[in-house]
């Protein structure tokens, strides 16, 4: 079993634009473990079961982070504009 270093996929996850530490940390709290990880997490579902984890609402607005940071990981050639959380909004 490879053992895993938290900090160092925490910092991994911080490359992400828009995701600092606290953003890091709860994608760690949702059980991803890498980049290649995330590539196939869907938005929708992190969002909720972050809202079920943390046991209360979470700003919507964490929901678009997470289609940002989901952008980021699947594409290679990234637009800029779609680099800012924003402009993941419904």
């Not at 925490?10 to 995330?38: N, Q, T």
């Not at 984890?53 to 980021?72: E, Q």
């Not at 637009?79 to 419904?90: H, R």
């Amino acid at each position: 079993m490879k053992l895993v270093n938290k900090n160092k996929i925490v910092s991994e996850f911080k490359k992400i634009p828009g995701v600092g530490d606290s953003i890091a940390k709860d994608l760690w709290r949702l059980g991803l473990r890498s980049l290649k990880e995330l590539k196939s997490a869907d938005a929708e579902w992190m969002y909720k079961d972050l809202m079920s984890i943390k046991g209360c609402y979470v700003d919507r607005c964490m929901l678009y982070v997470f289609r940002g940071a989901i952008y980021f990981v699947t594409h290679s050639n990234h637009d800029p504009k779609l680099l800012k959380w924003w402009n993941w909004k419904d």
